[in-house]
């Protein structure tokens, strides 16, 4: 049996409408009422926690979040990835939890910086992309100037499925190759409400067609699902242009749910075992429970409410009695879940990032790691009786992938390290808000960290000599907190029976 689930993410620079898109998907799926629910939702949660502020006075989402919809029999999981460029770490976490992505671009601008990070994230993983191309609606570059930058700045075969009726001033509809069908927009607001025809398209935009037709490469679904082909759509989600059409897509193109990689090889969704894996812990969704989410995406068979699972992590059987599946205007209660759905399960901590969560315990999923910090700062306490409580807090923050925390070997100041500054302020407010916990961050005298491993006696040889430099992180694993780049491979060279890792898989 094929599944009817589709796990998909936007990804996008800020301000291509990735937001407007998310309505419009959701708004189509039926699974809101009013267009700019997202964002009035959005606000009045932001409104909620201090530490949310950051969120407010950036513009930006640090939050992730899942939304899922119904239409025509498929089950739409949408993942939201934080649109930021410091959380390229939350991102990649997310992007390894779904098995398709829709890369939004500003028709006037094309590719950007974020589009292209994420871009990469997904081309490691092979992870199947479908383009967007929006705001047709406004003035912007030619279609043919969007697909050649598409396909040469990411190396990959672009196939137009539709294409623009004039631009700006000159926008009159959207053509979908499929049907031969023009969307056209209607009355003052100039939006797309249902109104198509096949009028003769007009000399030029005729002569474009057929450019566009005969010079890219056709639809291949195998290579599309590889990874080597990108479809794209023109529309614009502002005015509801394409929309339609790119549900239709994800229905018919993106992938089912796809086999997830494993220490013991690849674990096939139709496998009977319920298997999954956590990709994000969050904690506040809701301000009434000092609860955390753990979001867990389910790789194989099926979950039923109250089962027992087992965490790698801690090795302890959970049973799981009150599961959240993120319908757009609610949380519900779910009773049972299917590969590719996310589940949220709510924890006190004990179920973190890169878990695996299975029946027997013996699955271990792989490609979920924690990246060597690029930034580190000394944590200085302003009330010097608050340890414990910055103690908990750091361990906290740091299981829920905030920040990472090391506690080195010699000296009491702890160190943080974060992969983008935002994650610091973050820090900082959370600290404050939710553990009344007062503390500034100082310059570290190191630059980077490297996980160490090796055989007990090469690791105390290295730790007799580089004690200073040693601490332990949260799992109480060995960490070298190094000056520089060059320090370590200074020391690797030296150390040739250590390995110096700048990822680490729980
Ligand atoms: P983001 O989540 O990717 O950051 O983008 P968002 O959807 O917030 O859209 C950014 C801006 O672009 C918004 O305008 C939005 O209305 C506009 N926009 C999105 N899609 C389209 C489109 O298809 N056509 C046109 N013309 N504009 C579009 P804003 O003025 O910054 O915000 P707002 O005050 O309208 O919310």
Known sequence: ????????????????????????????????????????????RRARSDWMKIEQQRGISVTSSVMTFERDGITFNLLDTPGHEDFSEDTYRT???????????????????????????????????????????????????TLDEVADALALDVCPMAWP?????????????????????????????????????????????????????????????????????????????????????????????????????????SNKEVTGFIFKVQANMDPMHRDRIAFMRLVSGTFKRGMKLTP??????????????????????????????????????????????????KVRFTGLPNFAPEILRRVALKDPTKTKQLRKALDDLSEEGVIQVFYPEIGSAWIVGVVGQ???????????????????????????????KGLDAALKNFADFNMSNLAKDRDGDPVFLARSAWDVSYQQEKNPDLVFSATKER
């Open 95 to 145: 992007l390894t939890a779904v098995d398709s992505a829709i890369m939004v671009i500003d028709a006037a601008k094309g590719i950007e910086p974020q589009t292209r990070k994420l871009f990469e994230v997904c081309r490691l993983r092979s992870v199947p992309i479908i383009t967007f191309v929006n705001k047709v609606d406004r003035e912007g570059r030619s279609p043919f100037d």
């Open 1 to 44: 049996m094929t599944s009817n689930r589709r796990t998909f993410a936007i990804i996008s620079h800020p301000d291509a409408g990735k937001t407007t898109l998310t309505e419009k998907l959701l708004l189509q799926g039926g699974a809101i009422h009013l267009a700019g629910q997202v964002k009035a939702r959005g606000a009045a």
């Open 422 to 452: 935002l994650q610091l302020e973050v820090l900082i407010s959370r600290l404050e808000a939710e553990y009344k916990v007062e503390a500034g961050l100082e310059a570290a005298p190191f630059d980077t960290a490297r996980w160490v």
């Open 165 to 269: 009726v004039g631009l700006g001033g000159e926008f009159q509809g959207v053509l979908d190759f499929a049907t031969g069908e023009i969307a056209r927009p209607e009355g003052d607001s100039r939006e797309f409400l249902g109104k198509r025809d096949k009028e003769p398209l007009p000399a030029n935009i005729a002569d474009e067609v057929e450019l566009a037709q005969g010079g890219y490469p056709s639809f291949d679904l195998e290579a599309y699902r590889n990874g080597d082909l990108t479809p794209v759509y023109f529309g614009s989600a502002l005015k509801n242009f394409g929309v339609a059409e790119l549900i239709n897509a994800i229905a018919t193109f993106a992938p089912p749910p796809r086999p997830q990689p494993s220490s013991a090889g690849t674990i096939d969704p």
């Open 312 to 361: 790698s992590g801690s090795g302890k059987p959970v049973a799981i009695h009150s599961p959240i599946l993120f319908f757009a205007q609610d949380r519900e209660i779910a009773d049972t879940a299917e590969p590719g759905d996310i589940i949220g399960i709510p924890n006190h901590g004990t179920l973190r990032v890169g878990d695996t969560l299975s029946e027997t315990n």
